[in-house]
């Protein structure tokens, strides 16, 4: 959950058993029925060079300086790469259920798939939750065809949708979510069938307005390269570690992430990273060639 050219690394995510239905996993013929769930211009660039801490906002502290990360400070990074990109302001949607439906589309897809089928939903009138139930199989499935896997993210919209009606409105489902403490929203979300952690937590963030670290491909990559992570660090172990050594605001959570993905895209890619133009290479021990030392990741026992 995603905004331009971003791939989500949650194209298989597995549903929760506990959840009232399961997405389909394999093409099948298409039919007309109707069918519902069972239930429910950028600055100019500039290289890292970590800042003195913020003074803190009201009612917030200031940044902590805490050794829980390897690498650059949180806060310097996010500082450095908004200087660089300017403010990215995601995630670009009209309403909180354009913002549902883009995270689930945007699952294994990049962003461009993902605006051409929330275009078309527009177009057809398909963009609220109750239209969703109401919408045959082939109506669904050929507006979301440009996302990819039309036919398994018809019915996790579907089973969305459901959700959300078991409130009665859009507005009932806002209401009771505000209710409930960050964990135990991001457990409801992650209840829904084919919601995976990344999702949950783009969620979480951009349509709950809740403080998260979305620990995507991107981040991981980035962080590993920084000193941040180990390179084969587990998702929650990296969301768990950046939340424990930033105490950032939902906007700047928000930012950062848009901000790792710009610097994933341009710079910072998988294979031939181009480091030598990078705002972070200063600080980057994978851009110096320096040997980071990463901090060890407590997992609980079991784990």
């Known amino acids: 959950m995603r905004p331009p050219s971003r791939r989500s690394s949650e194209s298989s995510a597995t549903p929760s058993p506990s959840a009232a239905g399961r997405a389909a996993q394999a093409p099948r013929k298409e039919t007309g029925a109707r069918r519902r769930p069972a239930t429910a211009s950028m600055p100019e660039r500039a290289s890292y060079a970590a800042p003195a801490p913020a003074p803190a906002s009201p009612g ?56 051409a089928a929330l275009a078309l939903m527009k177009e057809r009138g398909l963009m609220e939750p109750e239209r969703i139930l109401e919408a045959d199989d082939d109506a669904l499935h050929a507006a979301l065809r440009p996302a990819g896997y039309f036919r398994r993210k018809a019915e996790r919209l579907r089973l969305a949708a459901a959700e959300v009606e078991r409130f009665g409105s859009l507005a009932g489902w806002l209401d009771a979510a505000r209710r409930l403490a960050d964990d135990a929203l991001r457990r409801r979300f992650l209840e829904l069938p084919g919601v ?19 620990a995507d491909t991107y981040a991981r990559r980035i962080g590993a390269r920084l000193g941040w992570f180990p390179p084969d660090v587990r998702y929650e172990d990296a969301r768990a570690a950046m939340m424990a050594a930033w105490r950032a605001s939902t906007t700047e959570w928000a930012e950062l992430h848009a901000l790792l993905v710009e610097l994933g895209k341009r710079h910072c890619r998988a294979r031939r990273p181009d480091c030598a133009v990078c705002p972070l290479r200063a600080g980057c021990a994978h851009a110096t060639g320096r040997a980071p030392a990463f901090p060890a990741v407590r997992r609980p026992r079991g784990a």
Do not use: K, N
């Not at 300086?65 to 400070?73: D, F, T």
């Not at 995976?196 to 979305?214: K, M, S």
């Open 60 to 115: 917030r502290p200031a940044h902590p300086a805490r050794p829980a990360l390897g690498g650059p400070p949180p806060h310097a990074v996010y500082r450095t790469l908004l200087a660089a990109f300017g403010p990215q302001r995601w995630w670009p949607a009209a309403t909180v259920w354009e913002i549902v439906a883009g995270a689930i589309l945007a699952q294994g897809t990049a962003w461009r798939q993902v605006e």
């Open 196 to 214: 995976g952690p990344e999702t949950a937590d783009d969620l979480l963030l951009y349509a709950a307005g809740r403080a998260a670290f979305v």
